[in-house]
T-cell receptor
Framework: DQQVKQNSPSLSVQEGRISILNCDYT??????FLWYKKYPAEGPTFLIS?????DKNEDGRFTVFLNKSAKHLSLHIVPSQPGDSAVYFC??????????????FGKGTKLSVKP | DAMVIQNPRYQVTQFGKPVTLSCSQT?????MYWYQQKSSQAPKLLFH???????NEADTPDNFQSRRPNTSFCFLDIRSPGLGDAAMYLC?????????????FGPGTRLLVL
């Protein structure tokens, strides 16, 4: 039973355009969400996060939006660059219960930014 | 630079032959995690250490064990690797302060079981 779902295995975008990566979750106890970027043969690298008390967090070209009522978050990359080509993982955690702090990951979306 | 280091990057072992993967960190984080990631799957948490306290996930097989001799090092021991244990093993660290903290990952060790 997947608690964090990334329904698009891959996404292709033209350089300079916007990339939108989506993530859905089922556990209403999740209160912290993160995006990681992973290049081949490397570990995931932290990109950006958002707390459930916010609905938007921005860091340079990267913006994460959170819609708690829809249990949906998205990562926007504007403008997209070829170096952004990687697998993007959505992750969620809860500050409550026995699994406090543990991350639950989605399966990832492979982004290809074409020059 | 502060970082999470995993050795080796690639490990080949034989079916049933014990293998140990290592992780070290210079971040001085008090929490260390081990994840297993199979191809096209999400990373799956095996266990973590909160300081010296070991926390095993309920569905982690007994075949997987871990040791944390000090703050900087953490080991993953696979007692009798099976073909299904071939995967990328990721170590991560965080500095837990009572809330949810970002985890920082090492480059991973890819394990092949022959």
């Amino acid at each position: 039973d997947q608690q964090v779902k990334q329904n698009s295995p891959s996404l292709s975008v033209q350089e300079g355009r916007i990339s939108i990566l989506n993530c859905d979750y089922t556990n209403s106890m999740f209160d912290y969400f993160l995006w990681y970027k992973k290049y081949p043969a490397e570990g995931p690298t932290f990109l950006i996060s958002i707390s459930s008390i916010k609905d938007k967090n921005e860091d340079g070209r990267f913006t994460v939006f959170l819609n708690k009522s829809a249990k949906h978050l998205s990562l926007h990359i504007v403008p997209s660059q070829p170096g952004d080509s990687a697998v993007y993982f959505c992750a969620a955690s809860s500050n409550y219960g026995g699994s406090q702090g543990n991350l639950i990951f989605g399966k990832g979306t492979k982004l290809s930014v074409k020059p | 630079d502060a970082m999470v280091i995993q050795n080796p990057r690639y490990q080949v072992t034989q079916f049933g032959k014990p293998v140990t993967l290592s992780c070290s960190q210079t971040l001085n984080h008090n929490v260390m995690y081990w994840y297993q990631q199979k191809s096209s799957q999400a990373p799956k948490l095996l266990f973590h250490y909160y300081d010296k306290d070991f926390n095993n996930e309920a569905d982690t097989p007994d075949n997987f064990q871990s040791r944390r001799p000090n703050t900087s090092f953490c080991f993953l021991d696979i007692r009798s690797p099976g073909l299904g244990d071939a995967a990328m093993y990721l170590c991560a660290t965080s500095r837990a302060t009572g809330g949810t903290e970002t985890q920082y990952f090492g480059p991973g060790t890819r394990l092949l079981v022959l």
